[in-house]
């Protein structure tokens, strides 16, 4: 993974989800914008101190206002090309998991992949996310694969 200079990530809240977004770039044949949205809100039936983390590309068309979220790595691929805007975009991820990580001070995290039976290639960003929170006083790990689908807790240390 590609660590950036610092970026100014800033997290907004409505008191329950807490949201990081970064603009990463624009296609000049279409008008797509294309931001990074990393995010935590309350996992329903756990209380308010158990936190799930999200993390997609957005695809926004300014002229129709609509917007689509990538969630999977292949789909990532063909828009972003280059293997060295993937790593740099992988690293402004690991900034915002810390700023989101600083700025809520989660107590449980759980994150998810959203598709089932992904390749051991395709959970490397995922292991790489939970190593942050490991670096950052957590208790972080894989849990049991339920349906091909695959979640990671992270519980920070007393």
């Not at 294309?34 to 926004?60: H, N, P, Q």
């Amino acid at each position: 993974m590609v660590e950036l200079d610092t970026l100014d990530i800033s997290v907004t809240t409505n008191g329950s989800s807490h949201v990081a977004q970064l603009p990463i770039g624009y296609d000049d044949e279409t008008g797509l914008r294309y931001s990074l949205f990393v995010a935590t809100d309350m996992v329903a039936g756990y209380g308010r101190d158990t936190k799930e983390l999200i993390f997609c590309v957005l695809r926004a068309d300014p002229e129709s206002g609509e917007v689509d979220e990538i969630w999977d790595g292949l789909v990532t691929r063909l828009v972003v090309t280059e293997r060295q805007h993937r790593a740099a975009i992988m690293g402004a991820v690991a900034q915002m998991v810390r700023a989101l990580i600083d700025d809520v001070k989660p107590r449980v995290v759980v994150m998810n992949t959203h598709t089932a039976n992904l390749p051991q290639k395709a959970l490397v960003k995922y292991h790489y996310i939970a190593s942050i929170f490991h670096a950052e006083g957590y208790v972080a790990g894989p849990s049991d694969v339920w349906h091909g689908l695959h979640t990671w807790m992270m519980e920070r240390r007393a």
